[in-house]
T-cell receptor, first 115, second 116 residues
Framework: DSGVTQTPKHLITATGQRVTLRCSPR?????VYWYQQSLDQGLQFLIQ???????AKGNILERFSAQQFPDLHSELNLSSLELGDSALYFC??????????????FGEGSWLTVV | AQKVTQAQTEISVVEKEDVTLDCVYE???????LFWYKQPPSGELVFLIR??????QNEISGRYSWNFQKSTSSFNFTITASQVVDSAVYFC?????????????FGQGTILTVHP
């Protein structure tokens, strides 16, 4: 158990809908990361927040957004869902912002299926 | 741009065999971090090791060992006396350059199957 908690674990929704994935980082960790894992793209970095502020951005679609709240939990919002958004979405956390190669611990992921 | 290549897509071994998973990376940075993660069939990503670019000392943890060679930009992972529970997908990853320190570039993964 990495200590990173993600909900829901599984989600099935229809195209065009909007979903919110939630993440609680490990106790004491200030950075939260979101990654997407799909068969065709592999593991892709989406976005990083550090202590409430956006720190780095990857190839995150405009239909996707995220935020980190004062209690450090984070939410990833996916809207206007398409079939291609079906993937395993990971949240991860680390103590620092990564500049010293902090170990990044991953949650169990949220399986999203768009039908 | 950062790149991580895991040449072996799939490896199949019989229990108790030793197996080495290869990882080659590309980066222009002098300071960087390398990681290995394990993804068992249940799906979670499990952290195995982190290594910084200045520490080329090999590391051993139980049946696991890692060989970091900066001269060949490789960070290979060996499992000694493999067990069925080692069956998983293994990912090598490289940290990004500043300011995106926390972004990891992953290889495509190596599927390891250990048969009893």
């Amino acid at each position: 158990d990495s200590g990173v908690t993600q909900t829901p674990k599984h989600l099935i929704t229809a195209t065009g809908q909007r979903v919110t994935l939630r993440c609680s980082p490990r106790s004491g960790d200030l950075s939260v990361y979101w990654y997407q894992q799909s068969l065709d793209q592999g593991l892709q970095f989406l976005i990083q927040y550090y202590n409430g502020e956006e720190r780095a951005k990857g190839n995150i679609l405009e239909r996707f957004s995220a935020q980190q709240f004062p209690d450090l939990h984070s939410e990833l919002n996916l809207s206007s869902l398409e079939l291609g958004d079906s993937a395993l979405y990971f949240c991860a956390s680390s103590v620092g912002d990564g500049r010293f190669g902090n170990t990044i611990y991953f949650g169990e992921g949220s399986w999203l299926t768009v039908v | 741009a950062q790149k991580v290549t895991q040449a072996q897509t799939e490896i199949s071994v019989v229990e108790k065999e030793d197996v080495t998973l290869d990882c080659v990376y590309e980066t222009r940075d002098t300071t960087y971090y390398l990681f290995w993660y394990k993804q068992p069939p249940s799906g979670e990503l499990v952290f195995l090791i982190r290594r910084n670019s200045f520490d080329e000392q090999n590391e051993i943890s139980g049946r696991y060992s890692w060989n970091f060679q900066k001269s060949t930009s490789s960070f290979n992972f060996t499992i000694t006396a493999s067990q069925v529970v080692d069956s998983a997908v293994y990912f090598c990853a490289l940290s990004e350059a500043p300011p995106s320190y926390g972004k990891l570039t992953f290889g495509q993964g190596t599927i390891l199957t250990v048969h009893p």
